[in-house]
């Protein structure tokens, strides 16, 4: 069931959003994520996760870890596929500030396709669903995963469900159910006109300041805009969780080493964030897990001309 402060958020959604005229089956899948968030019951970042109970504390394959080029298993895995990535979303997009993240659920595009990701390990067709950042403060880096021991200053998540399963409620309740990609994010001093995408959607975070505040996004935009100008060809891939509570154990992972530079000034507009108790909404990453070499394995991708 809804909470009564979430039917107010959807009653509010409805209204401010009514006059811009957002898809019924776009307002129904941010619904649906809003009802998956809100199940997920209270949680806070005070102490960057290791308080959390259930399979947050047992679980033997957690995410987020370090990934460290010396322990992976380099190995000739097909190259990831991107599937209407390039084609324009239906706009306009909803992007929230739902008391841990920036999130924004990704709409079909223009022709009705839903975007969707296969290849490398991944065990099926992934569709595209919600993008979020995870970013730390004026003085802190926020990634979740580190690479060869390195944090990063934002990790921009891209989920995907399995086509498999009808709902994500469904999906987290399987090893196979969830793909997510991680980007890593470089605060840069220069201004620049790259990453069109990432920019339109920085530049209404001054309007999400509050928690449960909506903005919407406009414009030619398509998923592959996300990825901004990274090379996708080298990744670390394994099998981990969701980085938040209830961190289900069905999400594999593919993280990019080619890190996305960004402006400074961008990055910035994250720590004005409020969370649900109107306090600073930064650090929201989780603390490294124990990678359990022995129930798992790390790949490395690299690059190979005839793959
Ligand atoms: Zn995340």
Redesign the pocket.
């Known amino acids: 069931m809804f909470s009564p402060s979430l039917w107010f958020l959807l009653t509010a959604l409805g209204c401010t959003l009514a006059f811009i005229e957002i898809p019924e089956e776009y307002l129904a899948e941010i619904r649906e994520d809003q009802a998956g968030e809100s199940a997920a019951g209270e949680y806070n970042y005070d102490n960057q996760g290791d308080d959390w109970q259930g399979t947050c504390a047992t679980g033997e394959k957690q995410s987020p870890i370090d990934l460290i080029f010396q322990d992976s298993k380099v190995s000739s895995i097909s190259r990831l596929r991107f599937n209407y990535y390039n084609q324009s979303l239906r706009t306009p997009l909803v992007i929230t500030n739902n008391g841990h993240?920036a999130n924004m659920v990704l709409p079909v595009t223009r022709d009705g396709h839903r975007p969707y990701i296969n290849g490398a390990l991944l065990p099926g067709d992934f569709e595209v669903q919600s993008v979020?950042f995870?970013w730390g403060s004026r003085d802190s880096k926020g990634s979740?995963h580190a690479i060869n021991f390195e944090r990063y200053d934002v990790e921009m998540?891209i989920v995907h469900k399995n086509t498999r399963y009808e709902t994500m409620a469904e999906a987290t309740q399987h090893w196979d159910g969830l793909a997510?990609l991680g980007v890593m994010f470089k605060s840069v001093n220069r201004l620049t006109t790259q990453h069109y995408g990432l920019n339109k959607i920085f530049n209404q975070l001054p309007r999400i300041v509050e928690y449960q505040s909506n903005a919407t996004i406009t414009g030619q935009l398509n998923v592959g805009q996300l990825l901004g100008n990274i090379v996708t060809g080298q990744f670390y891939t394994y099998n981990g969780s969701l980085?938040?509570p209830d961190c289900a154990e069905a999400v594999t992972w593919t993280v990019f080493d080619d890190i996305l530079e960004f402006p400074h000034r961008q990055i910035a507009k994250l720590w004005n964030l409020r969370d649900s108790r109107r306090k600073p909404l930064i650090n929201n990453y989780r603390s490294l897990q124990d990678t359990n070499p022995g129930i798992r394995d790390v790949y490395y991708r690299v690059i190979q001309d005839s793959i």
């Open positions: 993240t979020h995870h979740e998540h997510v980085t938040t």
